[in-house]
């Protein structure tokens, strides 16, 4: 998805969020002092290890935190140059699905199993627009055929636990377009499509995004989506942001030891003929994330870092720009980049 | 001495055979509308060697999911049986199957639906454990428990929490940990790491390989992930509407590449090397319908080699490549 022209405000930037749940055992803190900014027509991504925060940063933007116990602690989340945090739940409904819009990442979180997947999309459509039943439900068809769902015409009338995984995905994705929103947040957007379907899908968006110039945050694990979607990375660990790049420079030169640590982690392609010469395990990161109810002291990836030396334990790093471009935080990061 | 993957272990005894398996449903209907007829998967037959990885890929929905559930007899096949361990699951009674249902269990693809909100993580790895009286005490239970969380990166007090409280990859989790408490011997995969980030995804697919290594346990990989697929498959089937159209040896399909849809998944691959942003060649035309799928063979109206004549009129049958080989492919003109 191309770079973004330059606008005046971005169309979406978070600054300084941090976000919860308040548990039995204490305040957790899912996402800590997090700041990014997605530019007009833009995409950006975001990786980061599995409960790094990624998804509590999407339900932020969404205004869907799970009440009571989920809470915005601090910072401000501007879309378009307008402030979301403290915004009434009445204004909100205007904003979600027309202006900003999110596939889920588990597709039966947000779709009804009682409901026809044509009935939820035909919804979905009539909240932002007034068409008649009838329309919306052509609207539902097209939708559909859109995403790559054969017979479209036949299987508006399904229900959820009639479609194969990769298809409730894609009724998702449908229902998130549907009313053409200016930021989509795709949350695993691809994760039950095979690589076919998955390069029309992101094509899909990409054409979308000139269309309309949308933006797209894309939260994903797959590294070979990062490589071929987006422009700009940004990757978390532990609720924090650990590092950010322009996606070719992240790849030729990860500056955090847990960027580092992802990209080795890839299994090769080609792997079966290798015979002899496959590797008989894939490189791991060693060790757990901590709790984010008893973090350590010092950097929060210092336990498991083969750089690890005493500050790391002692201080945490400060997140800083060491080069054009690049933030990163890690106390070693100038070795990486000489 | 563990045999290399990316090649069949022939000799291997098997341990689950399915012949000739087919899952229809009946789908539409309503006022004014008929009922019809979905087939999902439409004769396939396949055999797991014990300690064997068979991966199996394929485009969205064209049955593989639906596979997997019926290899176990989670849902009742429409035609074919399925034998596990010499015995006919087709015809075991419940309770016979339910006896069963410890040595062969499923890694769900959707873990949100397939984990009970109400039950608490402890309770869901333990569940297993306690109907097949497999530790004795809460003691011991709560030791298991917190020693297979663990193994799939979780931590032991995460046991308290209930599923709503975890992220997606967190969920995953779980559901692998439920089904390898019961120390089963065939486990249906179904996109067991789509949700896990490539570092954790690394660290599941090395403790599956332990435990095939140490216990020689099979497994059925369902993935859209082909690196991860071929780097844990001894054998792979590709899958296209419902059908088998090529299988063999990893390394021998997955290098050749007989059949224009295995060749087409492969041109789609994205590369994680942004230096190779090259444009991909993708698969043209509408994926192809379950409830009325074309004549012939069902790929022949998106392939490029299809031939008028006969890719549209004569279904390929699945037939041997090389003498030999065990590398099947359906095709007419397959890709030399
Ligand atoms: N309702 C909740 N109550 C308590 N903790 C929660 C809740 N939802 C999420 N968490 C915790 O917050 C952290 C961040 O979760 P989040 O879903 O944002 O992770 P993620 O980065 O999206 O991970 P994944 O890649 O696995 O989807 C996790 O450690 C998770 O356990
Ligand atoms: N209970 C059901 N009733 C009707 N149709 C069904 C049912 N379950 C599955 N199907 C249909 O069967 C076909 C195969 O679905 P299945 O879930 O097996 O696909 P899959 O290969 O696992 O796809 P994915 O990769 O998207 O998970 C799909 O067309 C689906 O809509
Ligand atoms: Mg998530
Ligand atoms: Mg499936």
Not at chain 1, 98 to 106: D, P, R, S
Not at chain 1, 319 to 333: F, L, T, W
Not at chain 2, 142 to 151: S, T, Y
Not at chain 2, 308 to 332: I, M, N, W, Y
Request: aromatic share 4%.
């Amino acid at each position: 998805m191309s770079d973004a022209e330059t606008s005046s405000a971005p169309a979406l930037e978070v600054r300084g969020l941090v976000a919860g749940f308040q548990t039995e055992r204490g305040l957790l803190r899912a996402v800590d002092d997090l700041s990014f900014s997605l530019p007009r027509g833009g995409t950006l991504g975001l990786v980061g290890e599995s409960g790094s925060g990624k998804s509590v940063t999407s339900l932020c933007v969404m205004g869907l935190l799970p009440e009571p116990h989920g809470r915005i602690l601090a910072g401000s989340i501007r879309l378009q140059g307008r402030e979301l945090v403290g915004l009434p739940e009445r204004e909100w409904q205007r904003l979600r699905g027309a202006q900003v819009a999110m596939i889920f990442q588990e597709p039966m979180t947000s779709l009804n199993p009682v409901y026809s997947v044509g009935a939820q999309i035909g919804e979905a459509v009539r909240l932002h627009r007034k068409v008649s039943r009838r329309d919306a439900r052509a609207r539902a068809v097209e939708l559909l055929k859109l995403v790559g769902i054969p017979d479209p015409a036949e299987r508006v009338d399904a229900y959820p636990h009639q479609l194969s995984g990769g298809m409730r995905q894609r009724v998702m994705i449908a229902m998130a377009l549907s009313c053409e929103p200016s930021v989509l947040i795709a949350d695993e957007p691809t994760t039950a499509l095979d690589v076919t379907i998955q390069a029309q899908i992101l094509e899909l968006l990409r054409s979308l995004q000139q269309q309309l110039s949308m933006s797209v945050l894309l939260i994903t694990h797959d590294l070979g989506v990062v490589a071929h979607h987006v422009a700009r990375v940004v990757v978390m660990y532990a609720g924090r942001l650990v590092e950010e790049a322009p996606v070719a420079e992240l790849f030729a030169r990860p500056l955090h030891p847990y960027t580092r640590g992802l990209l080795r982690s890839i299994p090769p392609v080609g792997s079966s003929r290798l015979g002899e010469a496959r590797p008989r395990r894939l490189p791991t990161i060693e060790g757990l994330v901590p709790s984010l109810l008893d973090l350590p002291g010092g950097c929060r990836f210092a336990p498991r870092c083969e750089l690890r030396e005493p500050r790391c334990e002692a201080e945490e790093p400060v997140y800083r720009e060491i080069a054009p471009g690049r933030q990163v935080r890690c106390h070693r990061a100038e070795e990486a980049l000489s | 001495m563990p045999p290399g993957r990316g090649g069949a272990l022939v000799t291997a005894p098997t341990l689950l055979q399915a012949e000739h398996l087919s899952g229809y449903f009946q789908v539409g209907g309503g006022f004014f509308r008929p009922r019809k007829v979905l087939r999902a998967v439409d004769d396939v037959s396949l055999r797991v060697r014990r300690g064997e990885t068979v991966g199996l890929v394929g485009e969205s929905g064209c049955g593989k999911s639906t596979l997997g559930r019926l290899l176990l007899r989670l849902i009742e096949p429409t035609a074919g049986r399925v034998a596990f361990d010499g015995q006919d699951l087709t015809l075991l009674s419940a309770e016979e199957l339910r006896r069963l249902r410890r040595r062969m269990q499923i890694i769900f693809q959707d873990p949100y639906s397939s984990l009970n909100p109400r039950m608490s993580v402890r309770d869901i790895v333990g569940e297993g454990l306690q109907i097949h009286r497999m530790v004795q005490g809460r003691a011991a239970l709560e030791e298991r428990v917190a020693e297979l969380l663990q193994r799939v990166g979780l931590r032991p007090e995460h046991r308290e929490r209930f599923p709503h409280e975890f992220s997606g990859g967190q969920r995953q989790r779980i559901g692998i940990a439920r089904a390898l408490a019961v120390q089963p011997e065939f486990i249906v995969c179904d996109e067991p790491t789509s949700a896990l980030d490539v570092s954790i995804q690394a660290q599941i697919v090395n403790l599956l390989l332990d435990l095939q290594e140490s216990l020689g346990l099979s497994f059925l990989l369902i993935s859209h992930d082909l690196k991860v697929v071929e780097f844990m498959s001894h054998r792979v089937a590709v899958m296209y509407l419902g059908r088998i159209v090529e299988t063999g040896p990893t390394a021998e399909v997955f290098g050749r590449r007989a059949h224009p849809y295995t060749r087409a998944l492969f041109s789609a691959l994205p590369v994680p090397d942004p230096a190779r942003r090259s444009l991909r060649v993708l698969v043209e035309g509408d994926p192809p319908s379950p409830i009325d799928p074309p004549a012939g063979c069902a790929f022949h109206p998106r392939c490029p080699r299809a031939q008028r004549g006969r890719c549209d009129v004569e279904t390929p049958r699945l037939l041997e490549v090389t003498g030999g080989s065990g590398h099947r492919v359906a095709c007419h003109f397959p890709e030399e």
